[in-house]
């Protein structure tokens, strides 16, 4: 398989402090990353999908400004948690797309994050 | 219509049976199925992919395809304890059809010992 890294893997912040979240593609190149919440019990919610090069696109009602997505190498995304309130406390995970052999998803180990 | 579909359960089977997962998916150019593994507060872990018609079996587990009918299984051989998880069924569409990704919402897991 592939390895994804996800940085940090927690975080706490003040409410109104923004957070950026690094994922990193570690052993091969993806043109494709996705940024995903998740809730506690609940199901993956796809937030954005982060393009090598070019700006991401976004699910409906995920603020753009407030999510801030730059995928500024083949190895590396990020996303910026602007402005930080409680309720965007939730588990954060990245994925990486790999098309070496197959066209595969690989997880990265997810970004915990608080807001005071 | 859903894209894909599972049961959320929870399926509760005793160690050392076999563990059948379902999952259904609506777009028939669909190519490439998968088959996550996630553990409580943990992100979810490829456990397998399939592509073709048919059975593919990697040591306990074995994925099984049928195109026609639009339904993809995972079958977990002598459950044990540590196979207690939600179990994610994702699908690839075709490139004439975006060529994106669909994630089911899961299928609780509980081996009991």
């Known amino acids: 398989g592939a390895v994804v890294s996800q940085h940090p893997s927690r975080v706490i912040c003040k409410s109104g402090t923004s957070v950026k979240i690094e994922c990193r593609s570690l052993?091969?190149?993806?043109?494709?990353m996705f940024w995903y919440r998740q809730f506690p019990k609940k199901s993956l919610m796809l937030m954005a999908t982060?393009?090598?090069?070019?700006?991401?696109?976004?699910e409906q009602g995920v603020e753009k400004d407030k999510f801030l997505i730059n995928h500024a190498s083949l190895t590396l995304s990020t996303l910026t948690v602007t402005s930080a309130h409680p309720e965007d406390s939730s588990f954060y995970i990245c994925?990486?797309?790999?098309?070496?052999?197959?066209?595969?998803?690989?997880f990265g180990p997810g970004t915990r994050l608080t807001v005071l | 219509q859903k894209e894909v579909e599972q049961n959320s359960g929870p399926l509760s089977v005793p160690e050392g049976a076999i563990a059948s997962l379902n999952c259904t998916y609506s777009?028939?150019?669909?190519?490439?199925f998968f088959w996550y593994r996630q553990y409580s507060g943990k992100s979810p872990e490829l456990i397998m992919f399939?592509?073709?018609?048919g059975d593919k079996e990697d040591g306990r587990f074995t994925a099984q395809l049928n195109k026609a009918s639009q339904y993809v299984s995972l079958l977990i051989r002598d459950s044990q304890p540590s196979d207690s998880a939600t179990y994610l069924c994702?699908?690839?569409?075709?490139?004439?059809?975006?060529?994106?990704?669909?994630f089911g919402t899961g299928t609780s897991l509980t081996v009991i010992p």
């Open positions: 399939i592509y073709s018609n």
């Open positions: 994925s990486a797309r790999d098309l070496r052999l197959y066209d595969t998803q690989y």
């Open positions: 777009d028939r150019g669909s190519q490439s």
């Open positions: 994702a699908v690839k569409r075709g490139p004439n059809t975006g060529n994106q990704f669909y």
């Open positions: 052993d091969f190149q993806a043109t494709t």
């Open positions: 982060s393009n090598e090069g070019s700006k991401a696109t976004y």
